[in-house]
């Protein structure tokens, strides 16, 4: 009944956002992907932004300052934001939309296979030409950038973070427990054991939104082969029987019998789990820079803060990628509709984009671009800064998250089987048949 109940409100969310979006999608015209200078005059209308965000985060609180002083100069000019904040809600909408050939002119997304398909299908416009042809192109970061990128290089959404994910860790706890921080990802469940017999949650896990018990699973087959792995198992040219496939499967394996995270992490919210670490009840918690506000300033108790520090994802024996190498996301990408770009939409973005770095580093928060740094809170801790300038020394590489690489039904069932394996529930030989059939079956026809 539950369910049903859910999928009835959000089919009406869709159905209400449709009905809003029809105006702009029926009588706009299309451009060609790589048509990015629309001759024509500036005319000042409503453009709308599909998104998935906080409402009061960094990215919407800049580009509403900056979208207000645009339309100061172009009078009639207007962005509405319309917005979804819960994930697979949005993803749903967004999907119904573009199935609807109703999204309008900018909307979020990842580099995901069905964002691939929209931009075969010609919905999306090619970014990099468009910020190359805005003489834009060369401020943005690189991990910035290749955080959007398809497998083929090609750039068609357009970043407005920096962020790089790290372990957050408890010194005194370490010590406490006799340990050291882990030099590879094997000493992980030795690690956990020793912190578990000294009294102490090892790991505070965010295992409701599910993604962060996935960002585990990626990283031994990050760091033995890079991003190729992922590349080729999505798409069912390699498998998790491989010898690659079945470390990562092991390595999850050791972590839940080892007592990694905490009794009942599968339900557990973010905030629970931060609160866990903040409160020193755990001693390690991987998250993003974009939590330094709650883990580096003062809104953190003073004992508390003296005692947190930081490592980055540990290597393993012969791997190919580098300590400096790791996941450094830039958020969900915004894409540009090809239908209803016009050169006011044009002209808009290439206003937000040169204004943006200083409204968003205003907001406390890394900018997607370099050169523009960040405004330090006044009440920010020396570790503050000491993480958000990992971003400057960001490598080659980066790891490209699995829930935005796996097509949605691969992706959906491998968080469910991963809760099981973790927990105990499920063996990594079942485990592995079960994965390896899902997306034998599922992830060739999502390439197509």
Not at 395 to 410: A, C, E, H, I, R
């Amino acid at each position: 009944m539950k369910k049903t109940k859910i999928k009835a409100a959000v089919a009406t969310l869709v159905a209400t956002a449709m009905l809003a979006l029809s105006a702009c999608g029926s009588g706009a015209s299309a451009v060609k992907p790589d048509d990015v200078n629309p001759k024509g005059e500036v005319k000042a209308r409503e453009i709308s932004w599909l998104l998935s965000r906080p409402a009061d985060g960094g990215v919407i609180q800049a580009v509403k300052q900056i979208s207000g002083e645009y339309a100061k100069k172009h009078p009639g000019f207007s962005l509405k934001f319309i917005t979804t904040p819960d994930r697979p809600a949005y993803v749903q909408k967004l999907e119904t939309l573009a199935a609807a050939n109703k999204l309008p002119e900018l909307f979020d997304i990842d580099a995901t296979p069905f964002a691939q398909k929209l931009a075969k299908r010609g919905t999306m416009l090619n970014v990099e030409a468009m910020l190359k042809d805005m003489g834009l192109y060369k401020d943005f970061r690189q991990s910035a950038l290749d955080y959007q990128r398809f497998d083929d290089g090609s750039l068609y959404m357009v970043p407005f973070e920096s962020q790089v994910e790290v372990f957050f860790y408890n010194k005194a706890l370490f010590s406490k427990a006799g340990v050291e921080v882990p030099k590879t990802l094997d000493d992980f469940p030795a690690l956990c054991t020793a912190l578990k017999q000294s009294g102490t949650t090892p790991i505070a896990m965010n295992g409701k939104d599910m993604w962060p018990l996935e960002r585990f699973m990626s990283y031994y087959p990050f760091r033995q082969t890079g991003n190729d792995y992922i590349k080729k198992l999505k798409r069912g040219q390699a498998k998790l029987s491989d010898e690659t496939g079945r470390k990562a499967v092991q390595w999850m394996a050791d972590l839940g019998s080892s007592g990694c995270f905490q009794e009942g992490f599968s339900s557990t919210e973010y905030a629970d789990a931060q609160a866990l670490f903040t409160s020193g009840k755990a001693a390690i918690y991987g998250t993003g820079s974009w939590d330094l506000s709650a883990l580096a300033t003062d809104k953190l108790n003073a004992q508390m803060r003296k005692q947190i520090d930081y490592f980055k994802l540990p290597v393993t024996k012969d791997a190919v990628t580098q300590e400096d190498e790791y996941v450094a996301p830039s958020g969900i990408g915004m894409a540009v509709n090809t239908k209803g770009y016009d050169p006011v939409v044009r002209d808009f973005l290439k206003f937000l984009l040169q204004q943006y770095p200083k409204a968003y580093g205003a907001t406390g928060q890394v900018t997607p671009t370099t050169g523009n740094g960040m405004a330090v809170p006044s009440n920010a801790t020396p570790l503050y800064q000491q993480v958000a300038k990992e971003s400057d020394n960001v490598g080659k590489v980066t790891n490209m998250p699995w829930d935005t690489q796996l097509d949605s039904t691969s992706n959906t069932r491998l968080q469910q089987e991963l809760v099981l394996l973790v927990q105990g529930d499920e063996t990594p030989e079942s485990f592995i048949k079960t994965m390896d059939g899902v997306i034998a079956e599922n992830g060739p026809k999502a390439f197509k």
